[in-house]
């Protein structure tokens, strides 16, 4: 197989410029002249603010007194585009939902880009679009960033020597992003206590049973869309009803069994969840059942779990159920004082079983 030095050479004159305006190559990532073309093409005219407009080495931002909050996060889901979003949604949304659950007003963000040589720019644009729209959403700016061309890989074989999900799918999204910690926002695993409640703010594994779905050729009824969506609007509602609000978790990896097995872990204390009042959307319920999943432990990546006071629990289903992300919001459980610290679901036929942290990675590369 030749190089790509080598099939360059191999051009007529004006081939590789000709190849460099519809696809990503490894020139793009040079620090060149087709490195300051792509970002100004491709990036600044869909994310234009004065901060990333200067092109500095970072961005500066005022900031008022009061404690910051930072996170980051990378993001390798395949494939790049699906049913409800795609890998700069939900980069975007990802990163603002971590701080938002943390007590932030999430502000602004870092974007870094590594492209595999041979992405065709028009994938490129539709994912920095959305990016754009969804930071809009969010009411974030991008400030900074940086972009990286990688060679292009060969798909690896499953063990069945089955190719489909193991190729790289051309592109990998980093991001950072900090936030100002909301001065209403007591949000601390130690102040969970034995009765408050536990709340999911709607329908549960809907980004990765979308993901699977697709990647599997299963089709229903009712389409599967992915729920990525930025929270920080629905967070604050809740925040601000005056909902005494313990703690919060947006359900991504490991779903609401990671989360509440974690809780449970790290409070040392059991909770107790009633199978019947977890939302599921009836194509979700199916799409598990033919591709063998547990509903509990599949990835979301527009829920919020909140531990609220029993005593505020109807006031912060009001307020959430008073945002369109949160109409399917309910009480699915309680923390209890029982020992040794566990989860334990109440089944639909009156039967108990343990919930527990996913042992590995049941559902690669759905964020």
Request: a negative charge; proline letters at 4%; one cysteine or more.
């Amino acid at each position: 197989m030749k190089t790509e030095l080598e099939s360059m050479v191999a051009r007529p004159a004006g081939a590789v410029s000709s190849i460099a305006d519809e696809r990503i190559v490894l020139a793009h990532g040079g620090g060149g002249e087709l490195t300051a073309g792509l970002v100004r093409a491709h990036v600044l005219p869909q994310l234009a603010n004065e901060a990333l407009s200067a092109l500095g080495d970072g961005a500066v931002l005022d900031w008022p007194s009061g404690s910051l909050v930072l996170t980051t996060d990378s993001y390798v889901v395949t494939p790049l585009e699906f049913a409800g979003g795609d890998i700069g949604r939900l980069a975007v949304c990802g990163t603002v939902n971590d701080l938002a659950v943390m007590g932030a007003q999430p502000v602004a963000l870092s974007l870094g880009l590594i492209l595999e040589e041979g992405l065709p720019l028009e994938v490129l644009d539709r994912i920095v679009s959305s990016i754009a729209t969804a930071a809009d959403e969010a009411g974030v700016r991008v400030v900074t960033g940086d972009t990286k061309v990688i060679e292009r890989r060969a798909a690896a074989p499953t063990s069945n020597g089955d190719e489909r999900g193991t190729a790289r799918e051309g592109m990998f999204i980093n991001t950072a992003g900090v936030g100002r910690l909301r001065g209403d926002a007591r949000l601390e695993i130690e102040r969970i206590e034995p009765g408050d409640a536990v709340i999911v703010s709607g329908t549960l594994a809907d980004h990765g049973l979308a993901i699977m779905s697709m990647r599997n050729g299963l089709e229903f009824d009712t389409p599967l869309r992915s729920d990525v969506a930025p929270l920080n609007g629905l967070i604050g509602r809740l925040l601000e009803s005056g909902a005494d609000v313990r703690f919060m978790r947006d359900a991504t990896r490991g779903g609401l069994a990671g989360v509440l097995a974690d809780v449970s872990e790290r409070r040392g204390v059991s909770i107790e969840i009633d199978e019947s009042a977890i939302p599921i959307l009836p194509a979700a319920r199916h799409a598990a059942e033919m591709l063998g999943l547990d509903l509990l432990s599949t990835a979301n990546e527009g829920k919020v779990v909140a531990i609220v006071a029993a005593r505020d629990a109807r006031r912060a289903l009001a307020a959430l159920r008073g945002h369109t992300l949160g109409t399917r919001a309910a009480v699915i459980g309680r923390i209890t004082d029982a020992q040794p610290p566990l989860v334990e679901l109440l089944t639909r036929i009156a039967g108990r079983r343990i919930v527990q942290r996913p042992y590995g990675e049941d559902l690669p590369r759905i964020c």
